[in-house]
């Protein structure tokens, strides 16, 4: 009798990312799963108690994965930081477009969706910092450019566009522009 395959708890989840990213989150099943892994059903159940809880870790891995663009594109000091973040936004749906749309583009109805948490506080404190805003305006600014951020990350992630990062830059630079001087002047009211 052959031995028994071996397949890990990290096996599994490096394997659901995978698919994930290859064919998207629907077509992630226990044995989909299994074959992509060489094996029966059982390792998996035996590591997670359900597909939802694998998901969850799938979840958890892309947001990591996200979080260190932001991170690399703060870091790489190209753009000011506010810029940094949205650009990493789009960078990832670019790159990682199926786990983008696991994160960003999936259905939230019954999700407890935040502010952003601590990260949104300090996106809050990046935009007062740069703008002059207060805070109030400052968190507003911030979540019409995440909307127009959004919205091209999108459109490169569902492959309706796919402009050059110079045009992106000059993009998110005008909007950026545009709202600091109608919020600078009062006119976000009317």
């Known amino acids: 009798m052959p031995p028994k395959v071996k397949v890990s708890k990290e096996d599994i989840k490096t394997a659901a990312v995978e698919m994930?990213?290859?064919?998207?989150?629907?077509?992630?099943?226990?044995?989909?799963?299994?074959?992509?892994?060489?094996?029966?059903?059982?390792?998996?159940?035996?590591?997670?108690?359900?597909?939802?809880?694998?998901?969850?870790?799938?979840?958890?891995?892309?947001?990591?994965?996200?979080q260190s663009y932001i991170k690399n594109e703060v870091e790489s000091g190209k753009y000011p930081p506010f810029k940094a973040s949205g650009m990493?936004?789009?960078?990832?749906?670019?790159?990682?477009?199926?786990?983008?749309?696991?994160?960003?583009?999936?259905?939230r109805t019954g999700e407890e969706i935040g502010n952003g948490g601590e990260a949104g506080e300090k996106i809050v404190e990046m935009v007062m910092e740069s703008t002059g805003l207060d805070r109030k305006k400052a968190y507003m600014f911030h979540l019409e450019m995440w909307i127009y951020v959004h919205g091209i990350a999108t459109m490169l992630a569902t492959g309706y566009l796919n402009w050059d990062w110079e045009i992106i830059s000059k993009m998110l630079t005008d909007a950026y522009c545009g709202m600091k001087e109608r919020y600078s002047a009062g006119e976000e009211e009317k």
């Not at 094996?39 to 590591?47: A, D, R, V, W, Y």
């Open 20 to 66: 994930v990213r290859e064919s998207g989150a629907e077509a992630l099943n226990a044995r989909a799963l299994a074959a992509k892994l060489g094996c029966s059903t059982q390792p998996i159940f035996s590591n997670f108690s359900s597909m939802e809880e694998i998901r969850g870790e799938v979840i958890r891995l892309a947001d990591r994965l996200y």
């Open 88 to 107: 990493a936004y789009i960078r990832f749906a670019k790159d990682e477009k199926e786990l983008f749309k696991l994160l960003f583009m999936r259905d």
